[in-house]
């Protein structure tokens, strides 16, 4: 080979995968986002937020209690465990 020949090859090396790669995740990307039916919720996924109360998970008492002892428990500022400070399940 001549030496011309030679940094053709290389250049072909490198202009090849440098095309080849971007196409490829433009492929991986479209088939992604289209052909295995990931979509944007509808009406359905939607929850009123005048009826936040009423709608299940979000009716669920206990769902506040649990998130602030987990945040104590987790050390985070401003949240404590303390029995005292607690809810009783009697009435």
């Given at each position: 080979?001549?030496?011309?020949?030679?940094?053709?090859?290389?250049?072909?090396?490198?202009?090849?995968?440098?095309?080849?790669?971007?196409?490829?995740?433009?492929v991986a990307l479209v088939v992604t986002a289209f052909g295995v039916g990931i979509h944007l919720p509808g009406?359905?996924?939607?929850?009123?937020?005048?009826?936040?109360?009423?709608?299940?998970?979000?009716?669920?008492?206990?769902?506040?209690?649990?998130?602030?002892?987990?945040?104590?428990?987790?050390?985070?500022?401003?949240?404590?465990?303390?029995?005292?400070?607690?809810?009783?399940?009697?009435?």
């Amino acid at each position: 080979m001549k030496q011309g020949t030679t940094i053709y090859l290389y250049e072909l090396a490198w202009i090849l995968p440098s095309i080849a790669i971007p196409v490829g995740m433009l492929v991986a990307l479209v088939v992604t986002a289209f052909g295995v039916g990931i979509h944007l919720p509808g009406d359905a996924g939607r929850v009123d937020v005048t009826k936040v109360a009423e709608t299940p998970p979000f009716d669920q008492p206990g769902v506040e209690l649990g998130k602030r002892l987990t945040f104590a428990a987790m050390g985070r500022p401003g949240y404590r465990a303390d029995p005292e400070s607690l809810p009783t399940d009697e009435a």
